[in-house]
């Protein structure tokens, strides 16, 4: 098998997956995963669609992380995963979309509008 390529999304981080067979390594930006997210739910968050599947031995995972916070690149790496898992096997495909990792979280920040401090706040209103 050669290396599956996908794409994760969420908010406005994206994550390029490349997942090849290996021995569990998942690299994010040319750092290991416990040094890129220090914390020990965003590595399980990334790591679910793996555990799910019970596959997180089997595979070497690079991703290329751009755009967002914490949460969301986190999120977006998760969303790749699935995909990529998907492509490697299509009998992953209802244990992942059961659990929800299939799903591509369509919230996004609203714009700010002109003539107001924000997206739906406004300025304090005065009477006289």
Do not use: H, W
């Amino acid at each position: 098998m050669e290396v599956v390529n996908t794409v994760g999304r969420r908010k406005a981080a994206v994550a390029r997956v490349f997942v090849k067979p290996g021995k569990g390594e998942i690299t994010i930006n040319r750092k290991s995963l416990e040094v890129y997210f220090p914390l020990d739910i965003l590595q399980f968050q990334v790591k679910q669609p793996l555990l799910a599947t019970n596959t997180a031995e089997n595979y070497d995972i690079t991703i290329n992380l751009d755009g967002g916070g914490i949460k969301g690149q986190a999120e977006a790496a998760r969303l790749g995963i699935a995909r990529a898992l998907c492509e490697i096997d299509a009998e992953f495909r209802p244990v992942l979309k059961k659990n929800g990792f299939l799903t591509r979280d369509p919230r996004e920040v609203e714009r700010k509008k002109p003539g107001q401090p924000g997206a739906r706040r406004k300025f304090q209103f005065s009477k006289r």
